[in-house]
């Protein structure tokens, strides 16, 4: 019982750290085999159709757990799946390729 509530605990400042932004928070499944997040801005988007193309691009990013993308706030969250070695670069390509442009804002460490 413990372990799971310090678990739960851990998964929760994760979230904290890495994925509280955008409003659209990513699932404790999602963070349980994520590695390390990071929170990108994103120019160029101009409506939520955008916002879904983003999200597109990032989750076809082999290694990406999750993403979520809010135009509101011009940010992406993305989670990295334990094991993977995506970078932010890698992922800011991925933004461009889509017609955008991004940079990297925060990164959580593993």
């Not at 990071?38 to 082999?62: F, S």
């Not at 509101?72 to 932010?88: H, L, P």
């Amino acid at each position: 019982m413990l372990h799971r509530m310090l678990v739960i605990l851990g998964l929760a400042l994760l979230w904290c750290s890495c994925c509280m932004l955008t409003g659209r928070h990513l699932q404790a499944q999602d963070l349980a085999k994520a590695s390390r997040c990071y929170l990108l801005e994103i120019q160029g988007m101009t409506c939520e159709a955008c916002a879904a193309h983003v999200q597109k691009a990032l989750m076809q990013v082999r290694g990406v757990a999750e993403a979520k993308v809010s135009y509101a706030r011009a940010e992406a969250e993305v989670c990295i799946q334990r094991g993977f070695n995506v970078t932010g670069k890698a992922l800011v390509k991925a933004v461009e390729k889509a017609g955008y442009k991004a940079k990297v804002k925060h990164q959580s460490r593993d």
